[in-house]
DNA sequence: TATTGTTATACTCTATAACTATA
DNA sequence: TATAGTTATAGAGTATAACAATA
């Protein structure tokens, strides 16, 4: 960071690393990490035209077939209004569909198609491919303690 | 996630952990993690009116003293045209300055008013502590482990 | 001609209030 | 009246092109 904070005879002597700010909060380094990974996730994705969220979308109906647009915002922790736009998407592209509820007219149950089935089994190898090649840095024991510690942090 | 997929009957049973995707993506993880103590600190900075970005602006501006605006966007990792309200804001309040560069005179040097480094030091131990009361489920010893993964991973 | 800072603009993401249709 | 989904809207954050002053 700031790698040309002497380009002016007015900079003073950048602080010693033993004054390190920013680089000792947990905050920061996650910050960095995450903002990595994602934009390489993005990356990968757009050979699809999916954005993150859309994917994780279609992995959570998958994993909860039937779910109403409630759930999934919950699910995805976001607001129901934008629940909509992006489940409209995945509709018109016949990945997902809404299927009215018998007993409640007013809700939809969310499926995945077939053809949203075959997609996303292809980008959960992308998307596991994409995390080792972001986190090259790291061997497989170290992202097994990673994820161990992440887990604990936003499970409370 | 999906904590309440089965409240419609059209619901089918719950993916076992077995089967978990979104779970075993340190992307996912680090995004989760991520977005907890970003919400923490912002709620911690709230208090004097102060964004993330604002509080690495000055740490930043700390750590090199009278940077251009240029250099000052590429520690942030944002574009030039991002710095221009950032820093207008920060000097409305009378915690930074722009000082002209006598040899070129395009270009301003960047400093922190006394008032800036006073809380500038409220600030580090704010996001200090907010650190740690967003990773109470770590030990010091897993928050160094971790600290250290992350740092390996954006550090490329 | 190139560079610093700036303006204008746009696109995404996110959040809230209000509407509809059902219950 | 309450709820599920939707619409409209507004606020951040982010990115690019183009401009003015200076080099």
Redesign the interface.
């Known amino acids: 960071?700031?790698?040309?904070?002497r380009?002016?005879?007015?900079?003073?002597t950048?602080?010693t690393p033993a004054?390190?700010?920013?680089?000792?909060?947990?905050?920061?380094?996650?910050?960095?990490?995450?903002?990595?990974?994602?934009q390489?996730?993005i990356g990968r994705l757009s050979a699809h035209d999916l954005r993150?969220a859309q994917f994780?979308a279609l992995?959570?109906i998958?994993?909860?077939?039937?779910?109403?647009q409630a759930?999934?915002a919950?699910?995805?922790?976001i607001e129901p209004p934008q629940v909509v736009p992006l489940l409209n998407k995945l509709e018109e592209r016949a990945l997902a569909v809404r299927?009215r509820?018998?007993?409640?007219k007013r809700?939809y149950?969310i499926f995945l198609s077939k053809a949203g089935e075959a997609l996303l089994k292809e980008l959960?190898q992308i998307?596991?491919d994409?995390?080792r090649e972001?986190?090259a840095?790291?061997d497989d024991e170290?992202?097994g303690?990673?994820?161990r510690?992440?887990?604990?942090?936003?499970?409370?």
Chains 1, 2 share one sequence.
Do not use: W
């Not at 380009?7 to 003073?12: C, K, L, N």
């Not at 510690?149 to 409370?156: A, F, G």
């Open positions: 960071m700031a790698r040309s904070a380009t002016t005879d007015t900079a003073a950048p602080a004054e390190a700010v920013l680089e000792d909060l947990l905050g920061y380094a996650l910050r960095r990490a995450q903002l990595k990974l994602f390489h996730l993150p994780s992995a959570v998958e994993q909860n077939p039937g779910l109403m759930d999934l919950r699910a995805l922790a299927v509820c018998k007993p409640d809700s149950g959960k998307a596991s994409s995390d972001a986190t840095a790291l170290e992202r303690q990673l994820l510690l992440l887990t604990k942090i936003y499970q409370e």
